[in-house]
């Protein structure tokens, strides 16, 4: 089938999000302005630039009680971490998803740890085994068709790094160990279970 983005593409549901997959989730925690903690999971997510190391983090549309907590966060406080959600966290990972007010503390109500960052204010998610502690680079508006909502891609410098010792394998992060959890499209999430190796011709020898 072909189907212009701008028409009805005719299928029960939307397949667009089925057709750039799997995405790895970044799970935000950041602060508001008066202190108040957010945690959400973003499944458009990435890291975008090496060296630097940089990642962002795009919001879409709002939530009943207002825009998106993440986003809001960011822009007031400059500071953000993307903590790695995993297949043994996607229960409390679904229940941060929710519509919550923003005086909701989601690692409450996931009943989910917190410990101190390093270099930025917002917590990080105990139990995850990877955190990037996150300050803001840009925040890049994006088109928005429905009217009243936003979208916005929120940039972030990556500042300092969290691995726990064991999920290191020969000085190696162990991926398979970890397995990552990812989004794909519909209400579907995946987990990485198997890695290959294959060496780049220009890198063999």
């Known amino acids: 089938m072909f189907y212009r983005t701008d ?6 549901h939307n397949p667009f999000k089925s057709c ?3 995405r790895p989730i970044g799970w935000i925690s950041s602060l508001s302005a008066e202190g108040a903690v957010n945690l959400a999971p973003y499944s458009y997510f990435n890291a975008i630039c090496g060296e630097p190391p940089m990642v962002m983090f795009s919001s879409g549309g709002r939530q009943p009680h207002g825009p998106k907590d993440s986003l809001t966060n960011a822009e007031a406080t400059g500071e953000f971490v993307c903590n790695m959600a995993t297949w043994d966290l996607r229960q409390p990972m679904n229940e941060t998803s929710a519509a919550h007010p923003s005086e909701m503390n989601e690692f409450d109500a996931a009943g989910l740890e917190t410990e101190p960052s390093e270099m930025v204010k917002p917590p990080r998610v105990l139990a995850a085994p990877i955190h990037l502690e996150c300050v ?8 928005c068709e429905t009217e009243g909502e936003r979208n ?4 972030g ?9 064991e999920v290191l394998k020969d000085g190696m992060v162990d991926t398979e160990k970890i397995r990552p959890l990812a989004r794909l499209g519909y209400q579907d999430y995946t987990s990485v279970q198997q890695v290959v190796e294959m060496v780049r011709p220009d890198a063999a020898g």
């Open 152 to 155: 916005a891609m929120c940039i």
């Open 20 to 22: 750039v997959v799997p």
């Open 157 to 165: 410098r990556v500042v300092g790094i969290h691995i726990r010792d």
């Open 136 to 143: 803001l680079h840009q925040i890049v508006e994006l088109p």
């Open 7 to 12: 028409q009805p593409h005719g299928l029960p």
